[in-house]
């Protein structure tokens, strides 16, 4: 009896909708967006930009779209799975209903879904998530980069690494600021712990979202400058 009434009251507490849309789906079950949401999803395509992973439109002798090559990144290169349009908009920003679980799934799909499509062999000695400031934290309940590193870690076996960069001050949140702002306003933003564990380490850092690069650039020298022989960026999406 119990047997039947507990899998009944899981899908009243958890129906089958889209997270999204809120279409109802079956398919939900197995993560929270619809089969037609997926769908939409815009996966970044090749020609692939050496250093920030983006489509490059126009041609360069380099390698390199137009960006790094006016400012080149502190990184050394870049995945980013998808490009920053709905409905990864709503998935990155502005997902209602902050439901960390269903997130993470989600993340995980998208970044099976690249890494399949394209069959990259991803190797690294270690994943670490772009930090949020304690208080940050407190104010979401999770780090979405945190949430994607987990995934990435159970897709491809690279350990996970989160003790070793840290966020010691709060800052005005780069979304708020103007491109130029948003260089200022990260440096010195983070710190490193444990830096031993770097030593001529390859790196992974992993963040949710890529616009200037400013933040992953200044995070990738902080690690450079503690050791770390080569840091590369795998981000959910770039704008
Ligand atoms: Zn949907
Ligand atoms: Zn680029």
Known sequence: MLNKIIPGLIDLIFPLNCALCGR?????KEQPLCRNCLEQIPYTHPPFCLKCG?????????GL???????PPGFDGAWAFTRYEPPMTNLIRTFKFH??????????HIARSFIERYSLKLAADMLIPIPVHPVRLRERGYNQSEL?????AELTGIPLETHILKKHRLIPRQ??????????N???AFRIENSSLIKNRHI?????????????????NALKQAGAANVELIALSAA
Do not use: M
Not at 148 to 152: E, K, P, V
Not at 204 to 213: A, I, M, Q, R
């Open 54 to 62: 983006r489509n490059i439109r126009t041609y360069s002798e380099q």
């Open 99 to 108: 439901n960390k679980t269903s997130l993470r799934k989600t993340f995980t």
């Open 24 to 28: 109802f789906d079956p398919a939900t």
């Open 148 to 152: 994607l590193a987990h995934g990435l």
């Open 65 to 71: 779209c137009p960006d790094c090559i006016l400012q």
């Open 175 to 184: 979304s708020d600021l103007k491109r130029k702002e948003r260089w200022t």
């Open 186 to 188: 990260i440096q010195g």
């Open 204 to 220: 992974f850092l992993v963040d949710d979202l890529l616009t200037t690069g400013a933040t992953a650039s200044v995070a990738a």
